[in-house]
């Protein structure tokens, strides 16, 4: 294939990117947009402090723009994200208990009838555990709600909105032998044993020098393939943008059977939420760098 998305359609893959409500207008980019990228991600629109400003107010207007814009081009959406310790909109980040619990589950209901049926994945819980070595789950305010709000949280995605995939998406997870990882892995496997709704695993995989790119990566997403998930990497950015790690990056999803599609967060580096690392496929210019060479010679 000639453009990312054509070519990870080769082997039945999707290659996506996180897109901007606002950027919409700019036409470098929405040229870019359209040309390469089969699935999209909106990288602030649909997370809780956007479509639930005030409690009970729901606010769809950026993130509908997105998905509109997608299915205008026969591209497919990532949901991102229903749960999450962060970019909760203040009046959550003063709840607790059981009133948190309500509002939470409330939330992942509303948001997901309104998208019913319309999105390919819905990340229903995002980053909640910890790093470091203990492998545990990360303190917040909704895991103070009971060890039970993830599994909750799948359940109420799934009455909602029951032909959507359903995801759990976390970074610091690509190492095997690293307890985050295995902490993970263990939830997933234990949801899979008692049929707690769990389609698949996103690898949000922000490399940098302080958690680069692992050698075990490719045995940690055939790892969680073989208990019955797909495995997406998510928010692919790699400090540098060697163009070698994002070669061997996409060669170990093609390895993977159940790895299905790679997203990278954002189009050109000035659009990167770390932007000081030149982290992405495309230059400020909207030029293609040598990283996207390698990854379309890798699809
Ligand atoms: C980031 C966005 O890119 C930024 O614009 C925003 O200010 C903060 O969030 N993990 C995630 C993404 O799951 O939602 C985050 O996106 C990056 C880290």
């Given at each position: 294939g000639t453009t990312l998305g054509a070519s990870a359609a080769e082997s039945g893959r999707y290659f996506g990117t996180a897109v901007a409500a606002?950027?919409?207008?700019d036409s470098t980019y929405v040229g870019i947009l359209n040309r390469e990228f089969t699935m999209v991600t909106a990288e602030n629109e649909m997370k809780i402090d956007a479509t639930e400003?005030?409690?009970?107010q729901f606010s769809y207007g950026n993130a509908d723009r997105i998905v509109s814009h997608a299915k205008g081009q026969g591209m497919r959406v990532r949901g991102h994200?229903?749960?999450?310790?962060?970019?909760?909109p203040g009046w959550m980040q003063n709840m607790s208990g059981s009133a948190l619990r309500s509002a939470m589950l409330n939330h992942v209901t509303q948001v997901a009838t309104h998208y019913k049926g319309q999105l390919?994945?819905?990340?229903?819980?995002?980053?909640?555990f910890a790093d470091g070595s203990s492998g545990a789950r990360r303190d917040s305010n909704l895991q103070r709600t009971g060890n039970d709000w993830i599994e909750a949280a799948f359940r109420a995605a799934r009455s909602a909105d029951p032909d959507t995939k359903l995801c759990y998406n976390d970074y610091n997870?690509?190492?095997?032998?690293?307890a985050k990882t295995q902490a993970v892995y263990n939830m997933v496997r234990d949801f899979k044993s008692r049929g707690v709704p769990i389609d698949c695993v996103g690898f949000?995989?922000?490399?940098?020098?302080?958690s680069p790119y692992p050698s075990s990566y490719r045995t940690t997403l055939s790892s969680f393939a073989a208990l019955g998930v797909d495995v997406q990497i998510t928010e692919l950015d790699i400090a540098g943008a060697s163009g070698t790690t994002y070669g061997n990056v996409t060669k170990d999803c093609l390895a993977?059977?159940?790895?299905n599609g790679i997203t990278v967060w954002g189009i050109r580096d000035s659009d990167?939420?770390?932007?000081?690392?030149?982290?992405?496929?495309?230059?400020?210019?909207?030029n293609k760098k040598a990283a996207y060479t390698s990854v379309l010679n890798a699809l």
């Open positions: 606002n950027k919409l207008s400003p005030n409690q009970g994200t229903l749960a999450w310790h962060s970019q909760q390919y994945s819905w990340d229903v819980v995002n980053e909640a997870t690509d190492d095997w032998g690293q949000q995989s922000h490399f940098n020098s302080g993977v059977a159940r790895c990167s939420w770390r932007s000081g690392d030149s982290p992405l496929l495309f230059d400020g210019s909207g």
